[in-house]
């Protein structure tokens, strides 16, 4: 299929597909809203009859009030039958009975304790003053019966729904009721409308609607269809035109990809097809221009010169992207065998570490130095040096010097340093990580542990097992000191922290130990002495016994 057909007939396909699937969405929304708009409208006059209801028993009631106001203090309510009632409450119940509205809408009044007596129906005006009986579908409960349990139950009126004869029928329909206590009278003003009522305004509304539906989708497909035919017919007069033109392209470019030699033809058109082939012209001046930079590039000449032909030349910012990326990928490729460098390094860093670590050492010092040292060599650092807690007097903790190294000589310093004094001291409490630059040159000011020297940055870790703190790294260097070192201190400071806390255990071990030998010592002669003396003891025991053995034998002759 050539190119001037697919043109009109994929963008005529196209047209059509979205105008019907607008058209078909359009319908189906509007069809949902109206649904909605109806379920919505069944509520809101469900609502609105139910306030109907509401005003019409309050006009009853007050009414009925105006009435009881006016004989309270003349007359006290001994009969249910109206001719026995007041003036003033007979009229007030002949207008309450002149209560109508809607369809089939009216006030009636009944006595709210049982035998619950019917005193004014308009409808029915042979229930006045006698009892009716009227059960509820499915169930044995008075209807009456149930207006009273309601006012109970809602303080003094509510709504219920039952089924109840419509004026005029003798057909049970569903029915909603508002009913009010007027407690002055023990009665219950009551109105209601037949559920029948509400279903039909509803009704009434959804024809109206869909009347809206229908004529909206006839409306939606009478334009959809002459919009479609319109597109078709503009679509198809721009596709030839346009496919023309293409096709005189098509046949410079086919003849380019063969090989040949394409005259350069000033373009006759001013539009975009003109453009095209103007387009079509630079496109042949620079193709040259784009093998040479390519073959440059090919011989790893990544600074050849090059100049897209213009600011939108895709193909020549594609070349310099080409070129950018390789550059790119080469800096890459020297970053990853730094990285990879950097990481065998820290890799053979762990190593020697893990194996002075497991080595240890029982002299506290010597291990300290032997870190510190390490650590300096390994950071490229000038100084450093280790502090340890030393809490042999609870009431005097303090940092320690154990270990210092300046400039690769093992420095013989002793100093102490209080927790939270100076950027040591911090450290210490803070327990994290201190890292600066730009040192002032009095760096004795800054109170450092590696005196009055002033390196560039100052690295300091604490020394934490578990949380507790051990001691403190410094390091100091006349460069800044690298990321991947500190971290590398950092992870290490763990394994570091756990063999001085081991050896700091050990040291004080062997003093317990030393001490313990010299009191188990002590003892052996305390208890050589007992010995000696109890044998004493024991001696004058013998010769005291033998004495009173004497004298007895005196005393007998």
């Not at 003036?87 to 809607?102: C, P």
């Not at 499915?138 to 003094?156: M, S």
């Not at 100052?458 to 100091?476: R, S, T």
């Amino acid at each position: 299929m050539k190119i001037r057909t697919k043109i009109p007939l994929y963008t005529g396909l196209t047209v059509l597909i979205t105008t019907l699937a607008v058209t078909l969405y359009s319908i189906f929304e509007f069809r949902r809203q109206v649904l909605k708009n109806i379920e919505s409208y069944k509520v809101e006059q469900n609502e609105a009859i139910k306030e109907q209801l509401i005003d019409h028993v309050d006009n009853a009631y007050k009414i009925l009030e105006r009435s009881y106001l006016e004989t309270k203090d003349s007359y006290r309510l001994t009969s249910v039958n109206i001719q026995d009632f007041p003036t003033e409450l007979k009229f007030a119940v002949k207008d309450i009975e002149q209560i109508a509205f809607g369809d089939a809408g009216y006030i009636w009044i009944n006595e709210v304790e049982p035998p619950y007596t019917v005193i004014m129906h308009p409808t029915k005006p042979e229930m006045n003053g006698t009892v009716q009986v009227f059960l509820i579908e499915d169930t044995k409960q008075n209807v009456y019966e149930a207006f009273a349990e309601l006012i109970q139950k809602n303080k003094g009126e509510g709504f219920l729904e039952y089924d109840y004869y419509k004026p005029g029928t003798n057909e049970r329909i569903p029915k909603l009721s508002y009913i009010k206590l007027f407690e002055p009278y023990g009665w219950v003003l009551g109105t209601g409308v037949y559920i029948d009522y509400i279903d039909k305004k509803v009704q009434d509304k959804t024809e109206e609607l869909k009347s809206q539906i229908n004529r909206m989708v006839a409306i939606t497909l009478i334009l959809g269809i002459i919009l479609i035919a319109l597109a078709y017919i503009t679509l198809n007069y721009l596709g030839r035109i346009i496919t023309n033109s293409i096709i005189i392209v098509q046949n410079k470019l086919f003849r380019m990809s063969k090989g040949y030699i394409v005259e350069i033809e000033k373009a006759k058109q001013k539009d975009e097809i003109g453009e095209m082939n103007m387009s079509l012209n630079d496109l042949i001046k620079g193709i040259n221009t784009y093998s040479e930079f390519a073959s440059a590039i090919g011989k790893g000449n990544l600074d050849a010169e090059f100049n897209p032909l213009s600011e939108n030349d895709d193909l020549g910012i594609s070349l310099l992207d080409m070129r950018a990326g390789l550059k790119s990928a080469k800096t890459e490729e020297e970053n990853r065998a730094k990285e990879n460098e950097r990481r065998h390094r820290a890799n053979e860093a762990f190593a020697m570490f893990s194996e002075l670590m497991r080595k240890g050492s029982d002299n506290m010092f010597e291990l300290s130095y032997s870190v510190i040292n390490k650590l300096v060599e390994f950071t490229n650092c000038i100084q450093g040096g280790i502090f340890i807690v030393n809490d042999d007097d609870a009431n005097d903790i303090f940092l320690e010097l154990t270990a210092s190294v300046a400039y690769e000589r093992r420095r013989y310093n002793k100093k102490r340093i209080n927790i939270g004094d100076g950027l040591i001291g911090a450290c210490a409490f803070e327990k994290e990580k201190i890292y600066l630059t730009d040192i002032p040159e009095n760096y004795a000011e800054i109170r450092s542990g590696l005196g009055t020297s002033a390196p560039k940055s100052i690295l300091l870790i604490p020394l934490l097992m578990e949380d507790n703190l051990i001691g403190v790294i410094e390091l100091a260097s006349l460069n800044f000191i690298d990321t991947h070192d500190t971290e590398f201190v950092e992870k290490v400071s763990e394994s570091i922290a756990a063999s001085l806390f081991s050896a700091k255990i050990n040291i004080k071990t062997a003093t317990l130990q030393t001490e313990f030998d010299a009191l188990l010592k002590e003892k052996f002669k305390i208890n050589e002495i007992i010995i000696d003396k109890e044998k004493e003891i024991r001696a004058l025991n013998k010769r005291l016994l033998e004495l009173k053995e004497n004298k007895s034998i005196l005393s007998i002759k």
